[in-house]
C-alpha cells in the first residue's frame, strides 16, 4: 500500500513526538533518580553528623563520671579487697555513671575486678577477659597516667571506652585504672530516629551493629546499602 505524501508527512511527526516522548521519559526519570540519591546522602550526612554528635556527648559525660570516681577514696580502698567485692563495686558504679560495663587492672593491667564476671563458674572466662584487657589502647594510655576515649570493639560488640589512671594523692603514682564502656546498641538508633524523624541503621565492617527498625527491615537496608 502506497502512503500519500500527507500520511507519510502525519506518520513521520507521529514518530518524531514518540521519540521525543522517550527522551524525556528518560531524562525526567534519570534527573528523578539523581535527586532520590541526593537526598539520600543529605540524610546520611545528617544521621553521620548527628550520630557523631550523640557519641561524643556520651563519651565525654562517661568521661567525667570515670574521672570522678577515680578520685574517691572507695576505690583505693576496695583495691585490697578480693575479686567479687571489686567486681559488686564495679556494678554500682556502672549504673552510677551510666555505663554498660566497666574494669579495674592494677598499675600492671592485670584486671582485679570486672563488672561482667560471670557469678559462678568462670574461671576460664575470666581468664581470657583478662587478657583482652592486656590489649586495650585504653588501659595502656592509663597505665601511663594519661586519659583515654576511643570507640573499640569489645568483646564482639562495638563500644564507646574510656579509661582513666587512679592516681596516689600522696606519691601523685599511678595505682590503677579504672575503664567503662557503653555500648553502641538500639538505643543510641532510637535516639537518632526520634531525631530525624525516620529509621536509622548503623553500620560497622559491613555489619548492621544497632537499628531502631525490626530485624527484617534492617536486612533489607542494608541490601540497599551501595
Known amino acids: 500500500m502506497r502512503l500519500s505524501l500527507r500520511d507519510r508527512i ?7 513526538l514518540i521519540g521525543f516522548s522517550v527522551v524525556s521519559f528518560y531524562v525526567t526519570t534519570t534527573i528523578a533518580r539523581r535527586q532520590v540519591h541526593a537526598g539520600v546522602q543529605a540524610d546520611v550526612r545528617a544521621t553521620s ?9 556520651r563519651t565525654a559525660a562517661l568521661l567525667d563520671g570515670c574521672r570522678v570516681v577515680a578520685k574517691q577514696t572507695s576505690v583505693r580502698a576496695v583495691m585490697v ?40 563458674g568462670g574461671a576460664p572466662v575470666m581468664d581470657r577477659m583478662d587478657k583482652e584487657a592486656l590489649t586495650e589502647p585504653g588501659i595502656r594510655a592509663a597505665q601511663t ?3 583515654w576515649t ?18 596516689d594523692p600522696v606519691s601523685g603514682e599511678v595505682q590503677s585504672t579504672l575503664s567503662s564502656y557503653r555500648a553502641v546498641d538500639n538505643r543510641v538508633a532510637v535516639d537518632l530516629q526520634s ?3 525516620h529509621p536509622v541503621a548503623i553500620l560497622h565492617g559491613g555489619r548492621v551493629v ?5 530485624a527484617p527491615a534492617v536486612t533489607r537496608a542494608r541490601q540497599d546499602v551501595p
Do not use: K, N
Open 10 to 16: 502525519v506518520l513521520l511527526v507521529a514518530g518524531t
Open 49 to 57: 553528623g548527628l550520630l557523631g554528635q550523640q557519641l561524643g556527648e
Open 81 to 120: 579487697t578480693d575479686r567479687l567485692t571489686i567486681s559488686d563495686f564495679l556494678r554500682d558504679t556502672t549504673a552510677s555513671i551510666r555505663a554498660s560495663s566497666a574494669v579495674l587492672t592494677d598499675r600492671h593491667a592485670r584486671v582485679l575486678g570486672d563488672s561482667e564476671d560471670p557469678v559462678e
Open 145 to 147: 597516667g594519661a586519659s
Open 150 to 167: 576511643g570507640i573499640i570493639r569489645r568483646r564482639g560488640q562495638l563500644v564507646l571506652a574510656v579509661s582513666v589512671p587512679v592516681i
Open 195 to 197: 531525631t530525624l524523624g
Open 210 to 214: 544497632a537499628a531502631s527498625m525490626a
